[in-house]
């Protein structure tokens, strides 16, 4: 009962990121099976379709999908090779296009896809050749350094973001994807301590382009990252040395300043005093922007770090309790094992109504798309006229169509309503299933 009243104190925002990383590098999350057959090129697509189920019912409302992982992606490119977890092998075509299959997927269920591109680390050295013909080993190595057993991009030369851009271009022009996230957009560790306002500028300048180059794409596809989890050292607290600004050269809070990161979803795999003061300077410097801390659940398993569920249960309501934008999970496996029991908590507990994803907040004066497919919400009450603005009143959302049944509806005589949103995520004013029907609106 106690668990419930803390719970209950923060109710559920009708706006709310609910993200998980899905990991395919090595089919961590997905794949588990191999598309060198027929058979299990199916079996890899229903595998998929599993796994967006539960999340589905989980409440989970955007997937971060590896895309590129490193040095090579999930999606036919003219640019870099087939990603090994799909096959097996590298640069070998899995029969079909796993990032449009994901994409199509998650809009059934009402869910975004963010295509999650791994940017500055290229490869281990052992692979560098294995990649093939369009490994960057052969097509761009004068952008590449050897530390520590893999290649790196160097993020010094111009090079560097002009690669990524045409990455990201590639994906923002081909696909419908509803934002791309950067992971490890910054140096490696352990890199020497000397010219450190230059290598931020660096990384800044690399945010700057690719984030411009997206937005001339498609400037309603959501742009974030994953910064290391604590910006700086705060007032009562050390970072103790590892920390974004100082030690990997991310000036993520200058990003979100000049408007070139719209969402952030900082690694804070802490616990504690590790986590609590931080987030909160997040959410003080966000600047307007969404942070949507994630969260290290797999620490949960015994395996790792063997965590109490309230120590995830406690972060989660303290990010609803001072306003944050949401949360990421890291990583998918470890959410739909139940580990500990959160996916249990979350959908019962946490998650009791739908949200959805915050709308995207522009700086300039973007075009609007008639090409996208439409997103309706549908909302269903007992009173008239329907709520919109309570989460509790939303059915789901869908990408093209509105499904429903008129007749289960009068049955159990709930009061419907159905707003249009724009490709920014901003809702129309509320009409009727008639109204939608008929194109009176």
């Known amino acids: 009962m106690i668990l419930w009243c803390c719970i209950a104190a923060f109710a559920t925002p009708k706006h709310e990121v609910r993200a998980v990383w899905l990991t395919t590098f090595g089919g961590l999350d997905w794949p588990k099976a191999k598309a060198n057959t027929e058979q299990g090129r199916m079996a ?15 409440g989970i409302n955007a997937v971060y999908l590896q895309t590129r992982i490193r040095g090579a992606v999930i999606y036919p490119s003219e640019i870099e090779p087939w990603d090994g977890a799909l096959t097996g092998r590298y640069d070998k075509h899995p029969g079909y296009d796993p990032l449009q299959f994901a994409i199509e997927e998650c809009h059934k269920r009402g869910m975004e896809c963010h295509a999650w591109v791994v940017t500055i680390p290229a490869f281990k050295i052992p692979d560098a050749k294995a990649l093939g013909k369009k490994s960057l080993i052969y097509t ?42 950067f992971d490890y957009i910054r140096y490696p560790e352990k890199t020497a301590k000397n010219k450190e306002d230059w290598r931020r500028d660096n990384i800044t300048r690399i945010v700057r382009q690719l984030y411009n180059a997206i937005k001339e794409e498609k400037p309603w596809i959501r742009v974030s990252c994953s910064p290391v989890g604590k910006y700086s050292d ?27 990161m719209d969402m952030l979803s900082p690694m804070m795999y802490f616990k504690g005093n590790h986590f609590f003061p931080f987030a909160a300077d997040w959410q003080e410097q966000s600047h307007g922007k969404v942070i949507a801390p994630g969260l290290g659940i797999y620490f949960l398993d015994p395996k790792e770090r063997n965590w109490d569920l309230s120590e995830v ?11 944050m934008g949401g949360a990421a999970y890291f990583r998918t496996q470890f959410l739909l094992d139940n580990v500990k029991g959160l996916e249990k908590w979350v959908s019962n507990y946490y998650y009791t109504a739908p949200a959805l994803m915050p709308p995207l907040k522009n700086d300039k004066e973007y075009k609007t798309s008639a090409t996208r497919t439409p997103r309706y919400v549908l909302y269903a009450s007992d009173t008239y006229p329907v709520d919109t603005q309570k989460a509790e009143n939303i059915v789901r959302v869908y990408w093209g169509k509105v499904e429903y049944n008129e007749l289960m509806a009068r049955l159990f005589g709930k009061h419907l309503a159905v707003t249009v949103m724009d490709e920014y995520g901003n809702e129309s004013e509320p009409m009727s299933i008639e109204e939608l029907t008929t194109g009176n609106y």
């Open 140 to 181: 761009n190595p004068q952008l590449l350094y050897k530390k520590n057993g893999s290649y790196y991009m160097d993020p010094a030369l111009p090079g560097t973001a002009n690669y990524l851009e045409r990455i990201c271009r590639e994906i923002a022009s081909r696909y419908d994807v509803d934002g791309i996230h």
């Open 313 to 323: 249960t406690r972060e989660l309501q303290f990010i609803r309790q001072i306003g």
């Open 234 to 260: 705060v007032a009562r607290y050390s970072a103790k040395g590892w920390n974004a600004y100082n030690a990997v050269y991310q000036d993520a809070v200058l990003w979100l300043k000049e408007g070139i």
């Open 44 to 58: 890899q697509q229903q595998e998929l379709r599993d796994i967006l189920d539960r999340l589905q019912r989980d």
